[in-house]
């Protein structure tokens, strides 16, 4: 079982849209962050959240927008995607952001699928 | 500018074969280097890490890297496959201050493990 918890786990939507993709975690950890992966290819990072502040936005399209309500809860609110946006995008959490010693921890994903 | 390569797409071992996933890196600064697993539909798991305190790494389920600058490799390593070893395996650089928030991962190696 993981210990970060991502809904919903499958999702299909059209190009006009808006929805939101939810992750949890309750290990205390203080940064967390989004990741995106296409079929066969490594993840890429999104965002990452350090101390519920946004701290790196790797030039996302504004069609993605994060939101950390609190150190526990990371949203992905999505809006107007295109169909290469279709993707498993993994959220993940450390207890720091900047230590080599904080490893991450991954949920198992959303799979959006845009149409 | 750090990177890593991973060398062969998809490798096929025996069940109770060694298990050889090669990985080199290149970096202008000393390396943090990590090995994560992704298990069909899941996440990623952090399998083992290099932070420079030993140049032998050992991991979680019998897996272990070893660190050869000379070489710049980081190659993973497992006496004896098993057939729950199969998956993808990725090997990442840190991309500055060893934080494992911000890596870049290789293409990644999918395992196969034959009965």
């Known amino acids: 079982d993981t210990e970060v918890t991502q809904t919903p786990k499958h999702l299909v939507m059209g190009m006009t849209n808006k929805k939101s993709l939810k992750c949890e975690q309750h290990?205390?950890?203080?940064?967390m962050y989004w990741y995106k992966q296409k079929a066969k290819k490594p993840p890429e990072l999104m965002f990452v959240?350090?101390?519920?502040?946004?701290?790196i936005n790797e030039s996302v399209p504004s069609r993605f927008s994060p939101e950390c309500p609190n150190s526990s809860l990371l949203n992905l609110h999505l809006h107007a995607l295109q169909p290469e946006d279709s993707a498993l995008y993994l959220c993940?959490?450390?207890?720091?952001?900047?230590?080599?010693?904080?490893?991450?921890?991954f949920g198992n994903g959303t799979r959006l699928t845009v149409t | 500018a750090q990177s890593v390569t991973q060398l062969g797409s998809h490798v096929s071992v025996s069940e109770g074969a060694l298990v050889l996933l090669r990985c080199n890196y290149s970096?202008?600064?000393?390396?943090?280097l990590f090995w994560y697993v992704q298990y069909p539909n899941q996440g990623l798991q952090l399998l083992l890490k290099?932070?420079?305190?030993?140049?032998l790494v050992k991991g979680i389920n019998g897996f272990e890297a070893e660190f050869k600058k000379s070489e710049t490799s980081f190659h993973l390593t497992k006496p004896s496959a098993h057939m729950s070893d199969a998956a993808e395996y990725f090997c990442?650089?840190?991309?500055?201050?060893?934080?494992?928030?911000?890596?870049?991962f290789g293409k990644g190696t999918k395992l196969s493990v034959k009965p």
């Open positions: 959240y350090s101390y519920e502040k946004l701290s």
């Open positions: 290990m205390g950890h203080r940064a």
């Open positions: 290099y932070t420079s305190a030993a140049t």
């Open positions: 993940a959490s450390s207890q720091e952001a900047r230590s080599y010693n904080s490893p991450l921890h």
């Open positions: 970096s202008s600064v000393p390396p943090y």
């Open positions: 990442a650089v840190s991309r500055r201050g060893g934080s494992q928030g911000n890596l870049i």
